[in-house]
């Protein structure tokens, strides 16, 4: 176990000593595997999909905070579906435009859950996203996480369905299309059910680790994920949502392991160590409970080689 806090610490100082180059890395592989992934899901425009093109914006995006990158995300996703249907781009965009009204305008910090939210759901480990906003994030965040979700389900309808909305059709019936993808989008009760199960978790899990108890932080995890199972469950018997089982499970459980190693990196104390303090002021009595934050230091190794001294010849 000391070992792997010597690990942490060991990344935590090369983090600190090399953060102007780590910082766009991370950028870079942030809009390499969305540029990946929405190529693979939503491909529709071939040249979009060229490796050349790919890497040109993971660069550019690794000079780029993550607001910017994901308008850049959002604007390819438009193109891939302008490529297969103006009709589905038309209303995508307008989703994309009232979203950006509503959120991204006011607090563009967590814009990035925007994109990393429909990115995990396409790799089919999601239920971490409410872990880790709750851990790590405040309320707030709950708003991207939420319309991230909705993203995903509008981009999955449309790559379920797109053959039948890419149909060409009479002027009197494109009316009658754009009715239809709305009407589709917002009735689709699974997703209604999985933006109340992310968010009930991801403020159960926040305000959970606020409270002043013992290991907090992994009551609030395990708090997450049976909220996140029960209104699932909840939603299967009450409005029949199908959620495969299999993929619910897997996911649950990788979540739960990304959601134990971002607590050992941001929030390893000693809980044997805990002490109460009580002091006052002229108008308060103050009780503090103060828990010792786990902290080790990397062992400088230094090696000294000594040579033997050579043998006088006789």
């Known amino acids: 176990m000391m070992g792997l806090f010597v690990f942490r610490e060991r990344l935590r100082d090369f983090y600190g000593r090399y953060s102007m180059y780590v910082t766009p890395v991370i950028h870079f592989l942030f809009g390499l595997a969305a540029m990946l992934i929405v190529n693979k899901n939503i ?3 071939t040249k979009l999909t060229s490796p050349v093109v790919v890497l040109v914006v993971a660069l550019v ?27 589905i781009a038309l209303v995508v965009g307008v989703v994309i435009f009232v979203i950006i009204l509503l959120y991204c305008g006011l607090q563009p910090g967590n814009s990035f859950l925007l994109v990393l939210t429909p990115m995990l759901f396409f790799v089919n480990i ?5 872990l880790l906003i709750g ?4 309320l707030t965040a709950v708003i991207p996480v939420s319309l991230g979700v ?7 309808y449309i790559k379920q369905n797109v053959g039948a909305l890419a149909g060409t059709a009479a002027a009197a019936d494109i009316t009658e299309k754009y009715v239809q993808i709305i009407k589709s989008i917002l009735s689709n009760q699974t997703m209604l059910v999985m933006i109340a199960a992310f968010a009930l978790s991801a403020a159960v899990v926040y305000l959970i680790k606020k409270i002043s108890v013992d290991y907090s932080w992994y009551l609030a995890i395990a708090a997450g994920v049976i909220v996140q199972l029960g209104v699932i ?15 619910m499970v897997l996911g649950m459980l990788l979540a739960v392991v990304i959601a134990l190693v971002y607590t050992f990196f941001v929030f390893a104390v000693d809980y044997s160590r805990t ?11 103050y009780y503090v409970k103060a828990v010792p ?18 043998r006088r010849a006789d």
């Open 126 to 130: 999601p239920y971490a996203i409410p």
């Open 135 to 138: 851990l790590g994030g405040s």
């Open 233 to 247: 469950f909840m939603g299967d018997v009450l409005f029949s949502v199908s959620v495969p089982m299999g993929s």
């Open 275 to 285: 002490e109460f303090l009580q002091y006052e002021d002229d108008d308060y009595y």
């Open 43 to 45: 491909g529709f425009m």
């Open 293 to 310: 934050k786990i902290t080790v230091t990397a062992p400088d190794v230094k090696v000294q080689k000594i040579n033997s001294r050579r």
């Open 150 to 156: 909705f993203l995903y389900y509008v981009l999955l």
């Open 61 to 87: 995006s690794s000079f780029l905070p993550y607001s910017v990158t994901s308008l850049v995300i959002a604007l390819l996703t438009l193109l891939h579906l302008f490529s297969a249907s103006m009709e």
